[in-house]
């Protein structure tokens, strides 16, 4: 079955880098793309980003541009997440997704990783 | 950017009830508007995409309605493990939104 199988819960200090992974199962990785959600604690759903699973196209949520950086590795079907700078207001819980149909008006999320907690704090 | 706002922010309702969640964007999205579920502790889930399409594998009683800025997700008769928060997403153009979120308690 498809299945996204997401890294285990870092925590960093202010000002630090994280790089969070998604290996893809159960479908050809490079026919869809990645979306990478963020949710923080006891918060709503945040678009942070996609990457095309193929190509390697990317498209950022303004407010984190500059500070992300989405990355794939079609030999391994795994996706990259990295987030630099941190900042305390980053504590979250990162998901990503399979994108169908990512960058169409059809595009929809799923499934979706069991999700990694990032936790920042000096 | 396009907002979308959902409507109540949390309900309390009974097994067996009806319930309806209103999803509106701030300007046409056509059908480009999708529906997760998010129980406790666990990732979202993918209801309804299209505005009115029945991701596999989801229960009958839940469906999607709506065009253009309105849009409407309806539970016919709410079960126990249907106690959870639903947001909706649209897909129209970047950054893809979410709704704010109506979280389902028991009555």
């Known amino acids: 079955q498809v299945q996204l199988v997401q890294s285990g819960a870092e925590v960093k200090k202010p000002g630090a880098s994280v790089k969070v992974s998604c290996k893809a199962s159960?479908?050809?990785?490079?026919?869809?793309?990645i979306t990478w959600v963020r949710q923080a604690p006891g918060q709503g759903l945040e678009w942070m980003g996609w990457?095309?699973?193929?190509?390697?196209?990317?498209?950022?949520a303004q407010k984190l541009q500059g500070r992300v950086t989405l990355t794939t590795d079609t030999s391994t079907s795994t996706a990259y997440l990295e987030v630099r700078s941190l900042r305390s207001d980053d504590t979250a819980f990162y998901y990503c997704?399979?994108?169908?149909f990512g960058g169409g008006h059809n595009a929809r999320f799923d499934p979706w990783g069991q999700g990694t907690l990032v936790t920042v704090s000096s | 950017d396009i907002q979308m706002t959902q409507s109540p922010s949390s309900l309390s309702a009974s097994v067996g009830d009806r319930v309806t969640i209103s999803c509106r964007a701030s300007?046409?999205?056509?059908?480009?508007l999708n529906w997760y579920q998010q129980r406790p502790g666990k990732a979202p889930k993918l209801l309804i995409y299209?505005?009115?399409s029945l991701q596999g594998g989801v229960p009958s009683r839940f469906s999607g309605s709506g065009s253009g800025t309105d849009f409407t997700l309806t539970i016919s008769s709410l079960q126990a493990e249907d106690f959870a928060t639903y947001y909706c997403?649209?897909?129209?153009?970047?950054?893809?939104?979410f709704g704010q979120g109506t979280k389902v308690e028991i009555k």
């Open positions: 300007q046409t999205i056509s059908s480009s």
């Open positions: 997704a399979r994108d169908q």
């Open positions: 997403q649209q897909s129209y153009s970047n950054p893809r939104t």
């Open positions: 990457i095309n699973g193929y190509n390697g196209d990317t498209n950022y």
């Open positions: 159960g479908y050809t990785f490079s026919n869809n793309g």
């Open positions: 299209v505005a009115s």
